[in-house]
């Protein structure tokens, strides 16, 4: 195995270092007696799509797993044409129950099932099984089509008695989330109407359904209500391979919920990132309060090149996640637990870049490195004018990429960057000037990441809602790993994963810089790099 990837594997302290394997969707996260859990689809067969079942690993911190032994596997008829994705609930008194989909035919009809641990004093609940009595407890009936009908949520329990989960779902290009009750958790029932619907946006995959405190960055359990808190619907798009959610109000006597109108409610939509970034699922952490989404992180290698290294696919850093004092979106950052792996420290403060100035970061290892900057300017009156028809931050991204001059940048990072700039993945914001406001984009363009073709190497890219004139200030945070470039831009308002395979940025060959290509001076005011230490697997 090359040992680029299994570096890489290592940092982000997930299971891509599985030879021979491909594994995408996390499935069932959760915090058990002391002990984090993450399942995963899994293929032990070969590095391409196909033959799913649940991987499983545990961890203490989030960041050092344990890989065990399969948790779910095809071994009945409603689950013969695999396991797929679910979610995990922790009953009181009872323990966790899982909910997957299965698939009964070769016409991808679905069904929800349930599995419990095969015994509940095993700290690591290796063993599962699958109750032959009510499973499947769930299945597509009232006109429901079966082929869309999958990937349940955690459930939450409300106090009329009833746990309630969502299934997703779609007819006719609307996409939606069915609700489901029941007071036993094995006797469910359809609620009338969908929890929420929207039209044109395709079949709804994974969805996830949680509140989100107005107040500070604490998470919250399922079951918490009131006036104190807004609710978050987050949806996995099956047609775009993009997610998108809304932040609304959840009605729970009418089983309905209403997006606030603060962003678009479809594929414009607000994003938790805007890279390759898919099927996430979150979870409540109760030893921090805190709610932690989980993604895959889908590839851009090609197929063939998959089987060539032996894997493919995947999972992100985990996230801390809460909502913004501003009450429009969310915000997200890595995990605490990963600064664990800080090792050596460079800084650089007040050094001024100008016009075409490209610094090199050195005394780190720049392949795998965890990088916190902060700049800032002076002026917003070179700002160029933005074009109302810009509506994809993507296309504008690139239209005018990191090469082309600006006005207020672009600036940022090169990362993954050949001695001579032949590859390089730049990390970077513009600032424009609209009619009444300045709109700030951030980008992570894979254009020149990699002088392999054949590779999947988009523009991608986010506008960040962010007020700067009183605070001419943007801060980035990138975690750089091998073919990894996870971006957290000002504080994780907008965020971006980029998958990227250098052929000459490798190893010890790969370098960073810090770049200014914008006619107004841009100010380094504090930037801390670390090499970063590889995470203990198994």
Not at 503 to 519: D, E
Request: with cysteine.
């Amino acid at each position: 195995m090359d040992t680029k990837i299994t570096m890489l594997t290592c940092r982000c302290s997930v299971l891509s270092y599985l030879s021979g394997k491909h594994i995408s969707y996390p499935n069932g996260p959760m915090y058990y007696n002391g002990v984090y859990h993450i399942f995963y689809q899994y293929n032990p067969k070969g590095a391409v799509w196909g033959n799913i079942i649940w991987g499983h690993a545990v961890s203490k911190d989030l960041i050092n797993w344990k890989e065990l032994e399969p948790a779910l596997y095809p071994s009945n008829p409603y689950d013969k044409y695999g396991c797929w994705s679910g979610s995990a609930t922790i009953l009181p008194g009872k323990g966790p129950v899982m909910l997957y989909t299965g698939v009964i035919d070769k016409h991808s009809s679905e069904v929800q099932l349930y599995a419990v641990p095969e015994n509940k004093s095993d700290p690591f609940l290796r063993k599962w099984v699958k109750p032959k009595t009510f499973n499947p407890i769930i299945k597509a009936e009232g006109g429901i089509n079966a082929s869309v009908f999958r990937d349940p949520t955690t459930a939450w329990w409300s106090r009329d008695g009833h746990w309630r989960i969502l299934i997703g779902g779609g007819r006719k290009n609307r996409g939606m989330a069915y609700t489901y009750r029941s007071k036993d958790f094995l006797r469910w029932v359809r609620v009338k109407h969908p929890i929420h619907s929207a039209a044109s946006t395709g079949t709804w995959e994974c969805p996830d359904f949680y509140p989100v405190s107005l107040k500070g960055k604490n998470g919250l359990d399922l079951s918490t209500v009131g006036n104190s808190v807004k609710h978050v619907l987050k949806n996995s798009l099956d047609r775009t391979r993009y997610e998108y959610y809304t932040v609304g109000t959840y009605l729970r006597k009418r089983d309905k919920y209403i997006p606030d109108n603060t962003s678009e409610d479809g594929w414009g939509g607000l994003r938790y990132d805007y890279g390759n970034f898919y099927a996430s699922k979150s979870f409540f952490d109760p030893s921090k309060n805190r709610r932690v989404v989980w993604a895959w992180a889908n590839e851009s290698d090609s197929k063939e090149d998959d089987v060539k290294k032996g894997w493919a696919g995947i999972q992100a850093i985990p996230r801390t996640i809460w909502l913004d004092s501003g009450g429009r979106q969310l915000v997200q950052w890595p995990v605490e637990e990963l600064n664990s792996l800080r090792g050596k420290e460079v800084k650089l403060s007040n050094h001024k870049l100008k016009k075409g100035e490209y610094l090199k970061v050195s005394g780190i290892t720049a392949a795998q490195a965890d990088v916190e900057i902060t700049f800032s300017f002076s002026s917003l009156n070179k700002a160029e004018a933005f074009d109302s028809r810009w509506v994809k931050p993507e296309s504008v991204c690139e239209e005018k990429g990191s090469r082309d001059e600006g006005g207020v940048g672009p600036f940022g990072l090169l990362t993954l960057a050949s001695e001579k700039l032949e590859e390089f993945t730049p990390v970077f914001f513009r600032v424009f000037k609209a009619s009444n406001k300045h709109v700030i984009l951030m980008c992570s363009d894979a254009r020149s990441s990699s002088l392999k073709r054949e590779l999947y190497k988009p523009s991608f890219a986010g506008f960040v809602d962010v007020d700067l004139s009183h605070n001419k200030k943007l801060s980035l945070r990138s975690l750089i790993d091998h073919s990894v470039v996870e971006s957290f831009g000002v504080g994780g308002k907008t965020n971006i994963l980029s998958r990227v395979y250098p052929t000459l940025a490798v190893n010890k060959k790969a370098h960073l810089f810090v770049f200014n290509n914008g006619t107004e001076h841009i100010t380094v005011e504090n930037m801390r790099a670390w090499s970063m230490k590889s995470a203990r697997r198994n």
